[in-house]
């Protein structure tokens, strides 16, 4: 019967056309790989005339990579605490209890990721214009950690919304006090939620650039550097070389929450 | 025997405390984050409103802190209005195409991907959304530059003809992809595909199989059933798609400095005011519009119960 919708299997236009979308948003990054090895290092031809692995050794070499890239691990370990301290005590206070003003701050922990980033970027350039505070770390860092608050939320507040309140009593009736309870009970539950939430914080905080060329001044953190290479290019295949560096340090953290966290309602990832 | 144990330290008295004063605990927790994003974040926004009411001294180029409208009135002379203009119509152009390639997508994972599938379809779809943004950027520049795989899949093929021919178009044409509009709009609607797919798939999912069902029985063929019953219940997720990419079009300066014609975008304005012109105040007044126009935009899709489907 054709109006068996549900059970009848897809036509093969829609399977062609979902397909095609998901190859679409997969192979263009396979390029990035192919041009880190290729031997014409002054424009993007394809193919590659030629394939080679010396790029990895003259990056390995090139001594303007490595302060970047330690910035950019630095600011986005520190912002990553941070957001993780500051998203679980806000997922503690929301997820159990109602009270004024809850939809409002709820807004508030979501806003610095819904605006575009050029906002939250431009505002944090005006205050800091304002009040006359020099760049920093730590003026990347304060941008970094207000929209990975967010991230950590997300996921902290899913998995506290699962767990039952039932086993906070017990502890309390076995003698346990709060801080106990937090200690052997309450973070090993939340533990794989908080880590899944703190991965993806900081391959967000590695990756960003927007907000951070507002807030960065003459400092260049690696997603900086790689900006400043697509403008003005010199030795292209080392900047892939760079962009294979930044996809793995992204992608590993984000596959590794989504296992931590996979099987549930709250898998990690499923908005950003 | 006595029913209460005896407190062991500073612990115990503190949870008694929390005990009798839940309010206490609570206000506790949520101190700290409030304190920050109140401060850093709605305080950095207070301070853009108020830049914006500032303005340059044009002969001294040193921010003048009194308040005015002056500003203002230049963020509405004929070029930045241009600026204005051409940002929304990339943001609306790049939401209809993300709208419409992710609807398959949307559809075949909701609908009738199973099992491992599912999985697959799922992890298709966030692994573009969360790996890095410039990668994705670069990619796209390899791809539409004149020498690039495009331009050679052109020649190899034998539709170079075709591909000049579109480039030859007014307004959306160029020099080459990675010059025109064209171009632009492509990375645009690669790049925030992810965000459109998401919610759409969440609002298909949740179309009973019963009305379908019951569609068909009314003597409805596929294309009405799909007109009628599917599209419909699809339109909220499709709104809070849109306001992802219709906001991150908005604000994004990036993707048109790498890829496009040297006509400049809003984020774009803001980024070179800020920076080489040293105007803040001008560059805050540009970064108010994209709020203004997110404000209009999430009002109009709360009446459309776009966040239910959020």
Redesign the interface.
């Known amino acids: 019967m054709?109006?068996?919708?549900?059970r009848q299997?897809?036509s093969l236009a829609?399977?062609i056309?979902?397909i095609g979308?998901?190859l679409?948003?997969?192979l263009?990054?396979l390029?990035?790989f192919l041009?880190a090895f290729t031997i014409e290092e002054r424009?993007?031809?394809?193919?590659p005339p030629g394939l080679t692995t010396q790029w990895f050794g003259v990056a390995w070499n090139r001594a303007d990579i490595w302060p970047p890239l330690y910035l950019s691990l630095k600011v986005a370990a520190i912002s990553t605490l941070l957001a993780m301290?500051?998203?679980t005590?806000?997922a503690?206070?929301?997820a159990r209890?109602r009270?004024f003003g809850r939809e409002q701050?709820s807004l508030?922990?979501i806003?610095?990721i819904?605006?575009?980033?050029?906002?939250?970027g431009?505002?944090?350039?005006?205050?800091f214009?304002?009040?006359e505070i020099p760049f920093s770390v730590w003026t990347i860092v304060?941008g970094h950690?207000?929209f990975c608050?967010v991230i950590v939320y997300n996921n902290a507040v899913a998995r506290m919304r699962r767990l039952s309140g039932g086993i906070m009593e017990a502890s309390a009736d076995l003698?346990a006090?709060?801080?106990?309870t937090m200690r052997y009970v309450l973070l090993p539950n939340l533990g794989s939620a908080l880590l899944a939430g703190g991965m993806?914080a900081f391959?967000?905080s590695f990756?960003e650039?927007?907000v951070t060329?507002?807030t960065a001044g003459q400092q260049s953190t690696l997603?900086i550097w790689?900006?400043n290479e697509?403008?003005r290019p010199r030795q292209r295949p080392v900047?892939?070389v760079v962009?294979i560096v930044?996809?793995a340090v992204?992608?590993v953290p984000?596959?590794l929450a989504?296992y931590l966290t996979?099987g549930g309602s709250e898998?990690a990832?499923?908005?950003? | 025997m006595s029913a209460v144990?005896a407190e062991?330290g500073l612990?115990?008295r503190?949870?008694g405390l929390?005990w009798r004063r839940?309010n206490l605990?609570?206000l506790l927790?949520?101190a700290?984050?409030?304190i920050?994003?109140?401060l850093?974040?709605?305080?950095?926004?207070a301070?853009?409103l108020?830049?914006s009411f500032y303005y340059i001294d044009e002969f001294s180029g040193v921010?003048v802190?009194e308040f005015t409208l002056k500003t203002y009135v230049e963020l509405f002379r004929a070029q930045n209005l241009d600026i204005i203009f051409r940002t929304l119509l990339m943001s609306a152009s790049v939401t209809l195409g993300c709208a419409l390639?992710?609807f398959?997508?949307a559809?075949?994972?909701a609908?009738?991907a199973r099992g491992p599938w599912k999985?697959a379809?799922?992890?298709?779809?966030?692994?573009?959304?969360?790996?890095?943004?410039?990668?994705?950027?670069?990619?796209?520049?390899?791809?539409l530059?004149k020498?690039?795989?495009i331009?050679?899949a052109a020649g190899v093929t034998g539709t170079t003809p075709i591909l000049d021919a579109v480039l030859g178009l007014p307004f959306i044409g160029g020099n080459s992809l990675s010059t025109s509009f064209l171009g632009t709009w492509m990375v645009f609607v690669?790049v925030w595909?992810?965000?459109m797919i998401?919610p759409m798939q969440a609002a298909l999912e949740r179309v009973p199989?019963s009305m379908?069902?019951a569609s068909?029985?009314l003597g409805a063929s596929?294309g009405q059933?799909f007109r009628t019953v599917i599209l419909p219940l699809a339109m909220p997720g499709v709104i809070a798609g849109s306001?992802f990419t219709f906001?991150?079009t908005?604000?994004?300066?990036?993707i048109p400095?790498?890829i496009g014609t040297s006509a400049r975008f809003?984020?774009q304005a803001?980024?070179q005011l800020?920076g080489t012109a040293g105007n803040?105040p001008l560059?805050?007044a540009f970064?108010v519009v994209?709020?203004v126009i997110?404000l209009i935009y999430l009002h109009l899709a709360k009446r459309a119960g776009a966040f239910d489907a959020?």
Do not use: C
Not at chain 1, 114 to 120: D, E, K, N, S, W
Not at chain 2, 121 to 134: A, I, Q, T
Not at chain 2, 250 to 254: T, V
């Open positions: 054709r109006s068996d919708d549900g299997g897809a829609l399977r056309a979902a979308g998901l679409f948003l997969h263009p990054i390029l990035i041009y424009t993007y031809a394809f193919p301290i500051l998203g005590l806000v503690g206070a929301m209890t009270f701050i508030l922990i806003l610095p819904a605006l575009p980033g050029v906002i939250t431009m505002s944090l350039r005006s205050a214009a304002i009040m304060l950690a207000t608050i003698g006090n709060a801080f106990q993806l391959a967000l990756d650039v927007i060329t507002f997603p790689m900006l697509l403008v900047t892939n962009a930044v996809f992204t992608f984000i596959l989504y996979r898998t990832g499923a908005g950003k | 144990l062991r612990g115990d503190l949870t929390f839940p605990l609570l927790m949520i700290p984050p409030l920050w994003l109140g850093v974040y709605l305080g950095s926004l301070a853009l108020l830049q921010v802190p390639l992710a398959p997508i559809y075949y994972a609908r009738y999985a379809f799922y992890l298709g779809v966030m692994l573009p959304l969360w790996s890095s943004y410039l990668v994705k950027v670069y990619a796209w520049k390899l791809i530059a020498e690039g795989i331009g050679w690669y595909l992810p965000y998401l199989l379908l069902e068909a029985d596929h059933t306001i906001s991150l908005m604000g994004d300066y990036i400095q790498i809003i984020g803001v980024y800020q803040i560059a805050a970064a994209p709020i997110m959020l």
